[in-house]
């Protein structure tokens, strides 16, 4: 090989390297960017999480002082909302929170599954099948290579649409678990145990919010006029 060659190779290989690294680099700080956004975006969810919780306990917890509801108090949001309704007699926000919780299980364990097999098929590509029926399969699958990949990308494709569409059906249950779905059983508990609290909203049309401030001010204002009397 000639000096001019050998100087050709070594500048290309000067000049790609850096590439190299800084192509690497780049994907590193985009994936650290990435994993942060996420991680905030969840814990900024679960943060705004708990303040509605708290808030929407002090409500219930309010009024079970207030009209001495037979019902234990819990600092578990949840729990305090299906022990006021299961009072009622009424099972319809724990058949809601029991479809929330399935379908987040559900979900859970389709990705976890998911995973293990991409960490299984990972690790054969890495140390080889062991076994001569794992090996027999592979090479079948192998021989045709543009068919082992567009099953591959087919497969892959429907896992993520249902990956995708499952985390969307979710976030819809969320939604309705914590909005209309509270909305109506905040009327049903006022209507059985402070008519004339209900009297005073149309607490239908209320978001769980408005009406967990509206209860807790209201019921301040009883103990109020109690005490002067």
């Not at 939604?175 to 905040?186: D, R, T």
């Amino acid at each position: 090989m000639r000096r001019s060659d050998s100087c050709g190779i070594g500048a290309t290989i000067s000049v790609a390297a850096p590439a190299f690294l800084i192509s690497r680099a780049c994907r590193s700080v985009c994936f650290s960017y990435e994993f942060a956004v996420n991680f905030l975006y969840n814990l900024g969810a679960s943060l705004q999480f708990l303040s509605f919780a708290k808030q929407q306990l002090q409500g219930m917890h309010a009024l079970i002082h207030a009209k001495q509801i037979p019902v234990e108090k819990s600092q578990d949001f949840f729990q305090q909302a299906t022990d006021l309704e299961r009072a009622l007699g009424d099972q319809s926000y724990a058949q809601s929170l029991r479809r929330y919780q399935n379908a987040k299980k559900c979900l859970v364990t389709v990705a976890s599954l998911i995973l293990a097999i991409a960490v299984i098929l990972y690790a054969l590509s890495l140390f080889g099948p062991t076994s001569g029926t794992i090996k027999a399969a592979a090479g079948q699958l192998m021989s045709d290579f543009m068919l082992f990949a567009t099953t591959i990308s087919i497969v892959a494709g429907v896992l993520l649409v249902g990956l995708i569409g499952a985390h969307f059906y979710i976030r819809s249950l969320e939604k309705k678990l914590i909005g209309k779905n509270l909305s109506a059983l905040w009327a049903k508990i006022l209507q059985h145990w402070a008519p004339d609290l209900a009297a005073k909203q149309d607490i239908a049309s209320l978001d769980p919010e408005s009406i967990a401030q509206f209860v807790a001010v209201q019921t301040r204002i009883q103990d109020v006029n109690l005490d002067l009397k």
